[in-house]
């Protein structure tokens, strides 16, 4: 029985669990607050304290929020801030991030085979259904998104990072600190708006509403757009082990 450390990092938190191979949870989630600032060499070292608690494992699957390919982070713009989701942008962070070979970095640390991807697409992984074009779309920190072609991951467009309205940014305009300075009902619109917009670019057949703050989106399916279904945050962890079995981009 293969074991599978799947770990889910976010802005705000790092989240990690071992998963059997039906995705269940072989012990309670361990969980803790994103350290920042947050440079390469800060992840990992918390990553490796975060799942000292947790039982053994075979290999690991990571969802990081930022571009990653081939297991390389090229750019991290959560994580490139100096004190958490809104502050400031940290040039010398930012250039930190830029090609970090993640995967290879956690594979020593944590002693296991590790494939690493955007948090997003891990999410994606867990719900997708294989089928024609599928969009998963991350609602947290800020908006995070991944494309599945007949069940094999698309290579990665960073659209969070794509201006949206009023010369912001989807991860601007549908992020927390938006939701939390506009308010819900606002917040809501706004994401009602950047799913139709999104639909329109893309035509998916299916598109999953998942992350941390899906738990506040209260507009209906049917305001929400064509193809729309709510997805569990659960996913962003439960993608480990699937990920493993799709073809890479």
Not at 21 to 39: D, F, I, K, L, V
Not at 132 to 150: A, K
Not at 234 to 240: R, Y
């Amino acid at each position: 029985m293969t074991l599978t450390l799947a770990i889910d990092v976010g802005g705000s938190h790092l989240k990690a669990a071992v998963l059997d191979p039906g995705g269940t949870m072989t012990s309670e989630r361990a969980r803790m607050p994103t350290p920042y600032p947050c440079p390469p060499d800060v992840l990992v070292g918390a990553l490796r304290d975060l799942v000292v608690p947790l039982p053994s494992y075979e290999r690991v699957s990571v969802g990081f929020p930022g571009m990653v390919r081939d297991g390389r982070v090229r750019s991290a713009p959560n994580l490139s801030r100096l004190a958490g989701p809104g502050s400031e942008v940290s040039p010398d962070i930012v250039k930190a991030w830029s090609d970090v070979d993640l995967a290879g970095s956690l594979a020593d640390v944590l002693g296991a085979p590790t494939r690493v991807v955007n948090d997003a697409e891990m999410q994606g992984a867990a719900v997708v259904r294989g089928e024609g074009l599928e969009l998963i779309v991350t609602l947290g920190t800020g908006c995070g998104t991944g494309l599945f072609v007949d069940g094999r991951l698309a290579p990665h467009l960073e659209l969070g990072q794509h201006p949206f309205r009023h010369d912001k940014t989807y991860d601007e305009v549908l992020g927390e600190a938006a939701r939390k300075h506009e308010g819900s009902a606002h917040w809501n619109r706004q994401v009602a708006r950047a799913l139709r917009t999104l639909d329109v670019l893309l035509r998916p057949d299916r598109i999953y509403v998942g992350g941390g703050n899906s738990k506040h989106v209260t507009l209906d399916l049917a305001e929400l757009g064509p193809h729309v279904e709510l997805v569990d945050n659960i996913a962003g962890l439960l993608g480990g082990v699937r990920l493993w079995s799709l073809a890479p981009p």
